[in-house]
């Protein structure tokens, strides 16, 4: 099935009156170091059927609008200005007044859909009770209101389903039984706070499009609170840029991406990458961190990050200021930018920042497409196997069935190379990554590091060489990080591990920290007090500690914001190129793995589907789930977001305990549907071996179909 | 009392604990981390009373014998269940024993058992605890139902039936009293272990090759460690209740050693008659358990970086 | 949901026949019914003393195992706990102490339950209020106050009561009046009776129900989905009673089973303050005279009420809980 979303007509925003006004929203925490001034005077107005992206990296204060907004902050929190919906002042009501709002007029979808719903009862149960909150229902019309709604939302067998506990559906499907919470009672405004943020991609989409049909079917406004600007630019009729605690730009959604105002917008959108944009823009990162929104000092908070900013800047906050033909911005050279006389990336850097630093690392991001770096063979997978039992019962567990995690998994790496490994979750990506730095015999198959078997190899070896070839870079940095350890220690760790003495250990990490560019001071913090950027950089430097052949990178930006991410990338593509290193990455965002692979593996239900060079994929990609991945991925330009033709695909990647005795795609897969009888035949009982694409030997899927 | 690990998020998600400009010089951050504690804990005022409690519980126990000249054994046959006095500060017995003298040597007795106990508890619980989480499977398993069987078996029986032919020594008594005391703080530190033993820090210190008993001791204990010190101070309290039950029933410390459990049991009687010889013993355990108690949970909401009380500017 | 109930309980029957067989041969190492004759006039010989122990399966020369068979086949069999070392029957002293100790364990469990979560729920709704802190407080000073003291206090205002209000109605010792007739009288004479006893232990059992229930809550508090909740329109109030309550409730069913052996504990002490015949004082006396059959009925009777405390829990959890329900 394949749909292409239009461009929404432009509503005149003038004579229709507001859903949703906010006027001078602030609201503050106490906290261990101070007040934080988490919004600090946020202005807008929705209007019916809109819908407004409010845009931010984390810590910008974007949640806590939407909290402030609904009035389910926590009551330390201070709230003040005004909420104006459908002309009453939400602001200032007590909880009995608020709650006869809540939900009747407006109507909240949370950021994860596995602990927003009750466990202990049936979702059935949880939307008629939604529904009788606010109307006069008896239980029975309460329940058949609630299957219909289940409908609404896409959930299939909404008769038999409603009587199922949250527990029992998967995330993407309790994010639609959010939704239909939200909308029960047709409120005339909808709030969404990153709502797909802990999807799958397909499901994301599924999910975008699910909440669309619902603010479609309600006539609602929409708040969609997101960090991702593809979402934004499919989604937004009008977007607001927060920066701590305050709307930096705020305009159409296509006069925003045409011409980003604000500094930090235009920064931002070109920190981002592009999963579509042709050949790869080097990326740009904005250098520097966000302020911490405890005793804020004077002046834009944006000005020591920013490559135009004047001395006045660091006085004077500037308001949000109409700039004709675009929208508002709180620049104070909002006017030079808008009229195209002043580059807001800026051409010198402010003093003292790496920015200078990380636009040479860029330029030599755009030069390592052409430097084919092939060394000899560090990696070598051949028909991985991993298997997990199922088990049932809590004392005496019997095994009921056989979890395929990874099915007969073939690649190579080689020194210099990047392979990406993609898929969604449960597809095997991480399993496989997991069962190669286990290091011990694999069920079936081979894994082969720099030569030698490690299968066969005595565990001394193992232990030993091995060990010190292979390393990891964790997603998240914080959670890697041993908190109690300072840095020193924490780079110390893998050295002592391998017997090294301490003197050598000192020089070593002293090394490190330059090879990753960080100064020398963190070396005493404790991973707590760095940024996340930091952070990262001292998990890699750890990770490169013993001088390792093969890097597996899990995740290692998905836990970072956008305007960190471009330096780390950059940074990895550095020490790729310096130290001939081998990455095998595992990720699920496949614009970020576009700009790091050289290689791709498409993974789908434990089988690779598909593999070859970067561009091939995704110039040309063959398997229709990989076509569907791609399709999927929003992409920061809303004219091409809004006009590409799309693969959405039903439903969900099943259980990888009942695995089809064919292809593994078929139950999701458009072309079986559209196909023959004796194509369907095929899909359904044989499994599909790679097939190379025509002229092209290293592509390879795995289709009946093409 | 489990730990409030609950937080509220936004307030959490743009302010740090740890300012970030506090670490810009060498050392300062691990001192600053420690000033923190300090002034978190300083923060609970019961804590701070508690702290005072205990430490005046103690220079009594220790010092307390120097403003007598009687020792606990010594009989005043001219004194015999004699209220308070000047002679007798806190009156005699039946048997003409100083109550005063008593209390001193029973306190001590009793704070050296409590905290001997305590100790030895921890250490045992927390080897048993994160040993089974960190390598589950077989091992696990065996432990866990090791701790439920003994759980479940009354172990206050058990504690009596084993004291009572053993007892009277109060060094045997904090053997049997570990033995048996060891199994709810074992749980509890291996539920906390189990979630640790999935943190990335660790798997990430496997992949590296580090040692599983290193792993054990750099990585997984030094993370309990508020939850270690908070059993650790409760485990106080805990040792001190069964220490004067079972002397109550008159299986613990027996005469001629005097503990407050002891003491408990021989006023216990003469409630009515003489309650001095009652009240002062209980005044003491009770200035013991309610002090350590405090310091308890002053020193959870100090070091739980989570906890509601530390950041949202204090209850008490 | 059956078989659930029935595997569960053969699990507990196992832990409770391996716990009194464990607990038979820690008392026959333990206790040694032969010195309860050493102080005895005239002298007895060795030979004597073993003699006069032999008929009630106590001869320290018989093998130990050869003791325990006897002893196993004719609980097994017969359903017979053996005799004490004078001769009175197990069975006998048990029958009428175990309804006695029951009726006091239970009562205080289900007070202390139900007292214990009704405060913890109340103070957690109202975190730093008034009432959460003097509660708070007063919980806090119950929790560490030895059992012993607690009963000598509650009997120590019990009789100032009874003197200066002139209340005769709080029986500070036995489980019943001698000289009462008739069934009305005798049940509410007990019944009087009953309520010092378990007055103590409730005020001791219920101040961990109330702690933890309350710490229970608070996280509850906090849960996504009581953002949820409200945000269809509940107030915080009716989002925690409806959403948040039965969550929290979950694992203070389960803790129930564990906390039943503390009960039983502040139960020996409860029942040699009031000078109740209950299970509890015959542990005691039988440690103390060396009953190792005494002994490992009273322990066999204290694993049974944990068992039967678990498999309420179990089914209490169940029924709390959907996710743990067996399709």
């Given amino acids: 099935m394949t749909l292409a979303t239009p461009l929404l007509d432009p509503v005149p925003p003038t004579d229709a009156t507001p859903a949703l006004s906010v006027r001078d929203l602030r609201i503050s925490f106490p906290s261990e170091a101070g007040t934080v001034e988490a919004v600090r005077g946020v202005d807008f107005d929705l209007l019916p059927g809109r819908t407004l992206c409010i845009v931010g990296e984390s810590g910008s204060g974007k949640s806590a609008t939407a909290m402030g907004i609904m009035g389910l902050l926590p009551p330390s929190a201070e709230l003040r200005g005004q909420v104006l919906l459908g002309g009453q002042d939400l602001v200032g009501l007590d909880d009995p007044s608020l709650s006869k709002i809540r939900g009747s007029s407006i109507g909240m979808v949370f950021q994860d859909p596995l602990s927003a719903l009750t466990p202990i009862f049936s979702v059935g149960r949880l939307l008629s009770d939604a529904l009788r909150v606010h109307q006069d229902l008896t239980k029975r019309a309460a329940w058949e209101q609630a299957v219909e709604l289940l409908d609404l939302v896409g959930i299939p067998d909404p008769r038999n389903r409603a009587a199922s506990f949250p527990h029992e559906f998967s995330g993407g499907m309790r994010q639609r039984v959010v939704i239909a919470l939200a909308?029960?009672?047709?409120?005339?405004?909808?709030?969404?706070?990153?709502?797909?943020?802990?999807?799958?991609?397909?499901?994301?989409?599924?999910?975008?499009?699910?909440?669309?049909?619902?603010?479609?079917?309600?006539?609602?406004?929409?708040?969609?609170?997101?960090?991702?600007?593809?979402?934004?630019?499919?989604?937004?009729?009008?977007?607001?840029?927060?920066?701590?605690?305050?709307?930096?730009?705020?305009?159409?959604?296509?006069?925003?991406?045409?011409?980003?105002?604000?500094?930090?917008?235009a920064r931002l959108l070109a920190a981002v990458p592009d999963v579509e944009g042709g050949a790869r823009k080097p990326l740009v990162p904005i250098g520097g961190e966000p302020p911490t929104l405890v005793n804020l000092p004077s002046g834009c908070p944006f000005a020591s990050r920013c490559a135009v900013s004047l001395d006045a800047?660091?006085?004077?906050?500037?308001?949000?200021?109409?700039?004709?033909?675009?929208?508002?911005?709180?620049?104070?050279?909002?006017?030079?930018?808008?009229?195209?006389?002043?580059?807001?990336?800026?051409?010198?850097?402010?003093?003292?920042?790496?920015?200078?630093?990380?636009?040479?690392?860029?330029?030599?991001?755009?030069?390592?497409?052409?430097?084919?770096?092939?060394?000899?063979?560090?990696?070598?997978?051949?028909?991985?196997?991993?298997?997990f039992p199922v088990t049932k019962g809590a004392l005496l567990k019997r095994r009921v069935g056989t979890l395929h995690a990874v099915n007969r998994v073939s690649f190579e790496l080689r020194a210099g190379e990047t392979l990406g490994l993609v898929g969604e979750s449960g597809s095997g990506k991480t399993t496989t990554l997991m069962e190669i730095l286990r290091l011990g015999r694999p069920e079936a198959g081979r894994i082969e590091i720099a030569g030698t078997d490690v299968g066969t190899v005595p565990s001394a070896v193992r232990h030993g060489q091995l060990r010190q070839d292979v390393q990891i870079v964790m997603q998240d940095p914080l959670g890697a990080l041993d908190p109690r350890m300072p840095v020193f220690h924490l780079l110390a760790e893998p050295l002592r591990a391998i017997g090294r003495d301490r003197e050598s250990i000192r020089a070593r990490v002293h090394e490190l920290l330059t090879l990753v560019g960080l100064d020398e001071s963190v070396s005493d913090r404790f991973p707590a007090a760095l940024s996340g950027g930091q952070r990262q950089r001292v998990g890699i430097a750890r990770a490169l500690a013993t001088e390792p052949k093969l890097l597996a990178l899990d995740e290692p930006l998905s836990a970072l914001d956008v305007s960190v991410q471009a330096g780390v990338i950059n940074l990895l593509a550095r020490l790729q190129r310096d130290l001939g290193l081998a990455y095998l990455v595992v990720a699920h965002d496949l614009s970020v793995v576009r700009y790091i692979s050289d290689r791709i593996a498409v993974m789908y239900l434990g089988h690779i589907v598909e593999t070859g060079d970067t561009e091939a994929i995704f110039n040309d990609p063959q398997h229709p789930y990989t076509r569907a991945l791609l399709s999927a991925i929003p992409i920061p330009d809303p004219?091409?977001?809004?006009?590409?033709?799309?693969?959405?695909?039903?439903?969900?990647?099943?259980?990888?305990?009942?695995?089809?005795?064919?292809?593994?795609?078929?139950?999701?897969?458009?072309?079986?549907?559209?196909?023959?009888?004796e194509l369907r035949h095929r899909c359904r009982t044989q499994r599909p071996e790679p097939t190379p694409a025509a002229g092209r030997p290293t592509h390879q899927y795995a289709c009946h179909g093409i | 009392m489990t730990t409030n690990a609950s937080t509220n998020a936004p307030a959490n998600a743009s302010a740090e604990p740890v300012p970030r400009a506090a670490g810009s010089t060498r050392k300062r951050t691990s001192l600053g981390l420690g000033r923190l504690y300090l002034r978190r804990f300083l923060r609970n005022r019961l804590a701070v009373v508690g702290v005072v409690i205990f430490a005046l519980l103690v220079?009594?126990?220790?010092?307390?014998?120097?403003?007598?000249?009687?020792?606990?054994?010594?009989?005043?046959?001219?004194?015999?269940?004699?209220?308070?006095?000047?002679?007798?500060?806190?009156?005699?017995?039946?048997?003409?024993?100083?109550?005063?003298?008593?209390?001193?040597?029973?306190?001590?007795?009793?704070?050296?058992?409590?905290?001997?106990?305590?100790?030895?508890?921890?250490?045992?619980?927390?080897?048993?605890?994160?040993?089974?989480?960190?390598?589950?499977?077989?091992?696990?398993?065996?432990?866990?139902?090791?701790?439920?069987?003994?759980?479940?078996?009354?172990?206050?029986?058990?504690?009596?039936?084993?004291?009572?032919?053993?007892?009277?020594?109060?060094?045997?008594?904090?053997?049997?009293?570990?033995?048996?005391?060891?199994?709810?703080?074992?749980?509890?530190?291996?539920?906390?272990?189990?979630?640790?033993?999935?943190?990335?820090?660790?798997?990430?210190?496997?992949?590296?090759?580090?040692?599983?008993?290193?792993?054990?001791?750099?990585?997984?204990?030094?993370?309990?460690?508020?939850?270690?010190?908070?059993?650790?101070?409760?485990?106080?309290?805990?040792?001190?209740?069964?220490?004067?039950?079972?002397?109550?029933?008159?299986?613990?410390?027996?005469?001629?050693?005097?503990?407050?459990?002891?003491?408990?049991?021989?006023?216990?009687?003469?409630?009515?008659?003489?309650?001095?010889?009652?009240?002062?013993?209980?005044?003491?355990?009770?200035?013991?358990?309610?002090?350590?108690?405090?310091?308890?949970?002053?020193?959870?909401?100090?070091?739980?970086?989570?906890?509601?009380?530390?950041?949202?500017?204090?209850?008490? | 949901?059956?078989?659930?109930?029935?595997?569960?309980?053969?699990?507990?029957?196992?832990?409770?026949?391996?716990?009194?067989?464990?607990?038979?041969?820690?008392?026959?190492?333990?206790?040694?019914?032969?010195?309860?004759?050493?102080?005895?006039?005239?002298?007895?010989?060795?030979?004597?003393?073993?003699?006069?122990?032999?008929?009630?399966?106590?001869?320290?020369?018989?093998?130990?195992?050869?003791?325990?068979?006897?002893?196993?086949?004719?609980?097994?069999?017969?359903?017979?706990?053996?005799?004490?070392?004078?001769?009175?029957?197990?069975?006998?002293?048990?029958?009428?102490?175990?309804?006695?100790?029951?009726?006091?364990?239970?009562?205080?469990?289900?007070?202390?339950?139900?007292?214990?979560?009704?405060?913890?729920?109340?103070?957690?709704?109202?975190?730093?209020?008034?009432?959460?802190?003097?509660?708070?407080?007063?919980?806090?000073?119950?929790?560490?106050?030895?059992?012993?003291?607690a009963a000598l206090a509650v009997v120590f205002v019990a009789i100032w009561l009874n003197q200066h209000a002139g209340l005769h109605f709080l029986y500070v010792a036995g489980e019943n009046s001698p000289d009462v007739e008739g069934l009305l009288p005798t049940i509410g004479d007990r019944l009087l009776h009953l309520i010092l006893p378990t007055l103590t232990l409730t005020l001791m059992g219920y101040v961990g129900y109330?702690?933890?229930?309350?710490?229970?809550?608070?996280?509850?508090?906090?849960?996504?989905?009581?953002?949820?909740?409200?945000?269809?329109?509940?107030?915080?109030?009716?989002?925690?009673?409806?959403?948040?309550?039965?969550?929290?409730?979950?694992?203070?069913?389960?803790?129930?089973?564990?906390?039943?052996?503390?009960?039983?504990?502040?139960?020996?002490?409860?029942?040699?303050?009031?000078?109740?015949?209950?299970?509890?004082?015959?542990?005691?006396?039988?440690?103390?005279?060396?009953?190792?059959?005494?002994?490992?009925?009273?322990?066999?009777?204290?694993?049974?009420?944990?068992?039967?405390?678990?498999?309420?829990?179990?089914?209490?959890?169940?029924?709390?809980?959907?996710?743990?329900?067996?399709?």
């Fill in chain 1, 183 to 265: 909308i029960a009672n047709r409120p005339s405004v909808l709030v969404a706070d990153e709502p797909t943020t802990a999807l799958d991609v397909t499901v994301q989409a599924q999910i975008l499009e699910v909440l669309r049909q619902a603010q479609r079917e309600t006539g609602a406004g929409l708040v969609l609170i997101t960090h991702d600007l593809g979402v934004v630019a499919g989604h937004a009729d009008d977007v607001a840029v927060m920066y701590a605690g305050r709307f930096v730009e705020r305009a159409g959604v296509g006069e925003l991406f045409r011409r980003p105002t604000m500094p930090y917008t």
């Fill in chain 1, 313 to 387: 800047c660091a006085h004077d906050e500037p308001k949000l200021r109409h700039v004709t033909g675009h929208g508002h911005v709180a620049c104070l050279r909002a006017f030079e930018i808008a009229d195209g006389t002043l580059d807001p990336a800026g051409d010198t850097p402010p003093a003292g920042q790496p920015a200078a630093a990380g636009r040479a690392e860029a330029a030599e991001v755009a030069l390592r497409g052409e430097v084919a770096l092939r060394g000899e063979v560090v990696l070598r997978v051949e028909d991985l196997v991993k298997t």
């Fill in chain 1, 639 to 677: 004219e091409r977001e809004r006009t590409r033709e799309r693969v959405v695909l039903q439903g969900e990647q099943p259980s990888a305990a009942r695995m089809p005795a064919g292809c593994v795609f078929v139950d999701r897969c458009p072309l079986y549907r559209s196909a023959d009888d």
């Fill in chain 2, 59 to 316: 220079l009594f126990a220790a010092l307390g014998s120097r403003f007598t000249s009687r020792t606990y054994t010594d009989a005043d046959f001219t004194a015999l269940t004699q209220q308070p006095s000047a002679r007798h500060w806190f009156g005699t017995n039946q048997g003409g024993n100083d109550i005063y003298a008593c209390a001193v040597h029973g306190l001590q007795r009793s704070l050296t058992i409590a905290v001997s106990v305590s100790v030895l508890t921890i250490v045992v619980a927390a080897i048993i605890g994160s040993g089974a989480a960190y390598f589950g499977g077989r091992v696990e398993r065996v432990t866990l139902a090791v701790i439920h069987f003994l759980l479940i078996v009354p172990s206050f029986l058990i504690l009596a039936l084993v004291s009572h032919r053993l007892a009277g020594d109060w060094r045997v008594l904090i053997v049997v009293l570990t033995v048996f005391g060891w199994m709810s703080t074992a749980r509890v530190i291996w539920s906390v272990s189990t979630s640790l033993r999935e943190r990335d820090y660790v798997k990430a210190a496997e992949f590296m090759g580090v040692g599983p008993l290193r792993i054990i001791l750099r990585h997984i204990i030094p993370n309990l460690g508020s939850l270690l010190i908070v059993n650790l101070t409760l485990g106080v309290v805990a040792t001190v209740l069964s220490e004067t039950a079972l002397s109550f029933l008159g299986f613990g410390v027996q005469t001629p050693d005097v503990s407050l459990g002891t003491m408990l049991a021989d006023g216990a009687g003469t409630v009515t008659s003489a309650p001095w010889l009652f009240a002062f013993p209980a005044g003491l355990v009770v200035l013991l358990t309610v002090s350590m108690t405090f310091i308890g949970d002053g020193l959870r909401d100090a070091l739980d970086p989570t906890s509601v009380t530390g950041s949202a500017g204090g209850r008490r």
């Fill in chain 3, 1 to 149: 949901m059956l078989r659930h109930v029935t595997r569960k309980a053969a699990g507990w029957l196992l832990m409770i026949v391996v716990a009194t067989n464990a607990t038979y041969f820690l008392a026959s190492w333990f206790l040694d019914p032969r010195s309860n004759f050493k102080e005895l006039r005239p002298v007895r010989s060795e030979a004597q003393i073993d003699r006069a122990l032999a008929p009630y399966n106590l001869d320290p020369t018989v093998p130990l195992v050869h003791r325990w068979w006897d002893w196993f086949t004719s609980v097994t069999l017969h359903f017979d706990w053996g005799k004490s070392p004078t001769g009175v029957s197990v069975n006998g002293e048990v029958g009428y102490r175990a309804l006695i100790s029951a009726e006091l364990v239970v009562v205080a469990t289900v007070l202390s339950v139900v007292i214990g979560v009704a405060l913890g729920v109340y103070t957690a709704a109202r975190q730093y209020g008034w009432a959460d802190r003097v509660s708070q407080a007063v919980s806090i000073v119950v929790f560490n106050v030895p059992t012993s003291v």
């Fill in chain 3, 210 to 327: 109330h702690l933890t229930q309350r710490s229970l809550l608070l996280d509850t508090l906090h849960a996504d989905f009581v953002r949820t909740a409200q945000a269809t329109g509940l107030t915080r109030g009716q989002a925690i009673r409806r959403h948040a309550l039965r969550a929290a409730l979950i694992p203070t069913a389960a803790s129930v089973a564990f906390s039943i052996p503390a009960i039983f504990t502040g139960a020996v002490i409860t029942e040699t303050v009031f000078g109740w015949n209950g299970m509890g004082r015959y542990f005691i006396q039988t440690i103390s005279k060396n009953d190792v059959h005494g002994t490992v009925a009273t322990a066999a009777f204290a694993a049974a009420l944990t068992a039967i405390g678990a498999i309420l829990a179990d089914i209490a959890t169940v029924f709390l809980d959907p996710r743990v329900r067996v399709s």
